[in-house]
């Protein structure tokens, strides 16, 4: 086999952490599209969190803190 690269070292890791390497090429593809679809929603909502958290308050509103 000889020598692996960094990444394809971390891809492997992936492959047999994760159990895909005993899929077809359109069964790992198909969980690949939903583990990115999965981080974009994370990616997408914690910053939609983050900035309501960090993000003061407007003048003059009182919370009743």
């Known amino acids: 086999m000889g020598e ?10 992936y492959n047999v952490t994760m159990g895909l390497y005993m ?3 359109w069964e ?3 969980f690949n599209i ?3 679809i999965l981080l974009w929603f994370i990616c ?5 969190y983050a900035t309501d958290v960090f993000e ?3 003048e003059g509103k009182d919370y009743g803190w």
Not at 4 to 13: A, D, F, R
Not at 44 to 48: A, E, K, P
């Open 4 to 13: 692996m690269s960094w990444v394809g070292k971390k891809i492997h890791l």
């Open 23 to 25: 899929l077809d090429w």
């Open 28 to 30: 790992r593809c198909l």
């Open 34 to 36: 939903l583990v990115l």
């Open 44 to 48: 997408l909502n914690g910053s939609r």
């Open 56 to 58: 003061s308050p407007p």
